[in-house]
């Protein structure tokens, strides 16, 4: 068993969580629904990166580096800080993002981890996508 999937979309809704039990691939949303393994047609896995600007990071950087370039270079130093804080104050968060579509058409777009997202592409498929 591997589970705990957040479901972000599909036919599905947006809201829930995805579970592999055994030979079953349950999804818990607003639409409840129970699929045998074998009825999974395709499997895609992408990965979505967003950039940040962490605010707290640049406050607390904006004091240590103003000053301590400020005793550094005086004058000019502080505002050298600052710059240099906000540089260093943008992060990327990076999402694992799997698309399992099934033989009836149906579709669930679920966030996992690196582990989960090995085991759904591993899983085998049916031929084609009845629609």
Known sequence: MFGG??????????????????????IRSSRKQLYPLTSIARVDARTESQKNFGCFSFVIGAVIFGFILNVVIPGIGFI?????A????????????????????????????????????SLPLTKSIGR
Do not use: H, N, P
Request: with cysteine.
């Open 5 to 26: 999937m957040k479901i972000t979309g599909g036919s599905f809704g947006t809201d829930g969580y995805a579970y592999v039990k055994g030979d079953a691939f349950d």
């Open 80 to 84: 050298l800080g600052i710059i240099i």
């Open 86 to 121: 906000a540089a260093l104050s943008f992060y990327t968060t990076k999402k694992q993002i799997v698309e399992v579509s099934f033989s009836d058409g149906m579709r669930v777009v679920i966030q996992c981890s690196s582990g989960q997202v090995r085991r759904l592409v």
